[in-house]
């Protein structure tokens, strides 16, 4: 290669590099350099700042904090088991069950609620379940009521929600495992004298754990991070970790908190993901393919 | 002895389609049974129903004389080895072979031991530990069969197992497969659409085409005798002359050809005057300027178009004078016959007792570019 085609392509190269680099340099990596510095940075009784870790310390003495936080990952895992229970099902009918017609269809039905907000998804359904709602008017209307209830504010409805909320993500990374699976597997475990939850378990699972993972941590992480689902349709007693967070740096105006809980929720949830990445013997290379 | 399968009047229908239509047939103990037919005649939709997955229409199947129609497949004594294997990628060697026999809840030391049997009984006694994709194509053929045998069915079904291998490891697992169903003793029942393969391991074939069985029988019979159009052309080569036949003066049949001139008939009972026939001749029934002392009543004069040369399976292309047809014949490779070059011209006779005709028929067994 010549010394001028050389520098052709690194030209080439620098006009599409620069803008991809200042754009994560500026806008990603820049911020969250900033909000670690800050995590670190604490006054004194005197007004004076210096270096602590007093703020990553509050989150373990203060059992509100390590509470909310246990709360919220406990229920991010069961957001996550709930949807992968229904998405599997789902799954199999997409890519195994439907006719090929049918199969584009299922997908666009289970793909246009995302075209919508999450904020009007939920608002949708607050419309439905509240005391004024729709289906407390039904119930009340046949008469399986006698007054009204209040089906929102607690935490089978927030669940629901969530799950309602995340379910594309599952789906889709299962669907796309599940197509490769030869129906001809299915065939000779049956005949091999499986019955069909020992498919289930013996084939069809195992071969769908890369699908399974790689939506089961995005599930997690959507359900960990979410703000607007808890908030809305969670009650006054289901505080999100992520609503500590927002509280801290909106209501207490106290940023270099917001910020130590910002970089735990996610040292914490990395720990979690890897845990999870162990105990099931998944490659996260191939998960994240 | 006693039948292993037994399959009575069976029909499936997929809406308005009939895949299979009214076959019957008994496979006894032990044996090899092909079913020989090309793509879409409807064989494996067949053997679908004898492992289960399909419900018949109409019909029964028993096997050794009990009735199988309510019976799910995963507690028939058949077993399934797919056309593309299905052994199970997340599984080794052993997981695979045994995944039957956990179903069966059979302890983990009965298991260890049948596993490692079988696996000698195929030639694979080390490769117990190893993943699947780690296997050629020939060892992976031998697991699955393993894997079905390992569960001592009374029934194996094969369903084209060879048909991805290469041509020369077919040829090897062709005759491997005989040697370990004579090995085993297990019924299998086999299909395909290469008449090779039907014909080198079975005892018993049956041709089957547009969902019904043309003929059953030994695999010479097959060949020598075929009952039908279709399996003078689908078992073995020939070649088809279409004739008109006639009577001569003694209440004799003779075939006019497309040169115009006559050949006698023989073998074929239930001709009728006036009416076009098939005529099958086989390449070997055609002997290469025959000498006059050999007495061959049917002779024709013919072109040589080209020679086919292929070891000990040589042909030559020829085309009769007066006729615009191409006709095969074997060449024997013994020097005899290594003068013969293109374009010339040569005599060609053939016995009438080897020659059968059929009704004219416009089917096609394969579909020509």
Redo the contacts between chains.
Sequence with gaps: MTKRSARKIRWSFFVFFVPVFLWLFLMIVMPQIELLRMSFVGTDFYGESGFTLGHYAAFFTEPIYWLTFVRTAGYALLVTFVVLLIALPVSFFITKVADLKVTGFLMVLILVPFWVSELVRVYGWMILLRESGVLNKLLVALGILKQPVEMLYNDVTMVMGLVYTTMLFMIVPIVSVMESL?D??I?????????KL?IWR??II??CMPGIMSGSIIVFMLVLGSYLTPNLMGGKNSIWFTEQIYNQMIIYFNWNQGAAFGFLLLLLSSILIWVALKITGQDWRKVIK | MQAALSVEKLTKKFGEFTAVNGVSFDVEDGKFFSILGPSGCGKTTLLRMIAGFYEPTEGLIRIRDEDMTAVEPNKRPVNLVFQHLALFPMMNVYENIAFGLKRRRESDSRIKEKVGSILERVGLPEHSKKKIDQLSGGQKQRIAIARCLVLEPSVLLLDEPLGALDAKLREHMKIELKKLQSMVGTTFVYITHDQSEAMVMSDHVAVMNAGQFEQIGTPQDLYHNPNSSFVAQFVGNNNKLPVKVHKDEGGAFLARYLDGKDYQVDGTPDLSEGDEYDMFIRPEAVLINPSTSQSIPNTMNCDVKAILFDGGNSQLLVIPEGADQELIVTLPQNKQFDDIKAKDTIRIGWNPGTAVCFPKTELKIYDEA
């Design positions: 030869d001809s597997f065939e000779a475990a049956h005949d091999l004298g499986a019955k020992t013996t084939i195992p071969y």
